[in-house]
């Protein structure tokens, strides 16, 4: 019963060595990358305002600016 318990913690302890790296990564990059896309996005509505385009074209504008960017991130997640 014990050698069951030792060996499966270590698989438990190789798995995490192995993963937790990179899905720590994964999670700093996710939180990066939406914060950057939030910033963007907003920068892109302010743009729009300043250039005085109709408020329903801005949301528009800026919730399909904010997926695609989101879409990359994902991406690039995933790539790491």
Do not use: C, P
Request: charged share 20%; net charge positive; hydrophobic share 55%.
């Amino acid at each position: 019963m014990e050698k069951t318990i030792d060996k499966i913690v270590e698989a438990v302890m190789t798995y995490v060595s192995m993963y937790g790296i990179k899905i720590i990564g994964s999670i700093i990059i996710f939180i990066i990358g939406k914060w950057v896309a939030k910033s963007l996005t907003k920068l892109v509505k302010r743009l729009l305002v300043k250039a005085k385009v109709d408020n329903i074209l801005i949301t528009f504008v800026g919730n399909l600016t904010y997926a695609a960017l989101l879409i990359f991130v994902l991406l690039a997640q995933r790539e790491h």
